[in-house]
């Protein structure tokens, strides 16, 4: 077994941004907002993996992100940095999350296309199995100490970036479309594409968030190599301007 430090921070890298990939190309391009439909064996795998890095359920999290877009920073939007202030929205993300998350009534109408299957009875809906299971192979790959420090950082990550998106991505950044959403291309460097904001807002059911020249996605990328190899369809392969930021 390897136990070195260098290959803690290493691994610990590729899985958080292995499930922040897994994060905006099948819970949110996926499952949210349909924009490309991935084979059954890429979906399965992406469910795998999310519920061992993350333990989210994924009608959850789509149930959060669509009641954002339906209230887009006004009342009712689950996580808006405008309504909630900065601070609460980056560091605080995961809790305003499950305030909609364990609301069954608003996961019942947001989520309504994705009820629970056997397999969510069986396994994942059982989050922290997900991720003791996940956080055991880290320790036999790393030992024990480093497996559980590797365990920690990945967290915290995914949480933080995963609060930018939501936070930075409605305050600070580009406008370009007439929404209060914003484009960062450092953060889109960061979260495969995510910091891209401004541009989802504007077209919710491109498949690619990089809408105009020197705009890069990276989760746009995976998606064109899946595509190409028959595992993926887009939706749309051009995008379709929103009529409003909330839409």
Not at 35 to 59: D, E, F, K, Q
Not at 216 to 228: E, F, K, T
Request: proline share 6%; charged share 15%; glycine share 8%.
């Amino acid at each position: 077994m390897f136990r070195s430090l260098p290959l803690a921070w290493l691994l610990t890298a590729l899985v958080t941004q292995l499930a922040l990939l897994i994060t905006t190309l099948y819970l949110h391009r996926a499952l949210s907002h349909r924009s490309v439909t991935l084979s059954p064996a890429v979906a399965g795998a992406c469910r795998a993996v999310l519920w061992l890095t993350t333990g989210i359920r994924p009608r959850q999290w789509v149930a959060v992100h669509r009641k954002h877009h339906a209230h887009s920073d006004e009342d009712g939007d689950p996580h808006s940095p405008l309504l909630e202030g900065f601070n609460k929205v980056q560091y605080g993300n995961a809790w305003l999350y499950r305030r909609v998350a364990k609301d069954p009534m608003a996961v019942a109408r947001y989520a309504r296309d994705l009820p629970p299957d056997r397999w969510d009875r069986a396994l994942f809906d059982h989050a922290f199995l997900g991720l003791g299971i996940g956080i055991v192979l880290l320790c036999v790959i790393l030992g024990p100490w480093l497996g559980l420090l590797a365990a920690g950082v990945h967290a915290a990550a995914y949480l933080l970036i995963s609060g930018a998106v939501n936070a930075i991505g409605h305050r600070f950044g580009a406008r370009p479309h007439g929404n209060l959403a914003t484009n960062g291309q450092w953060l889109a460097w960061l979260a495969w594409g995510e910091g891209l904001h401004n541009n989802h807002h504007a077209a919710p059911t491109s498949a690619r968030f990089a809408l105009a020249p020197g705009e890069i996605d990276p989760g746009w990328w995976v998606i064109a190599v899946l595509q190409r190899l028959g595992w993926a369809r887009v939706r749309h392969d051009r995008p379709v301007m929103a009529r409003s930021a909330a839409a």
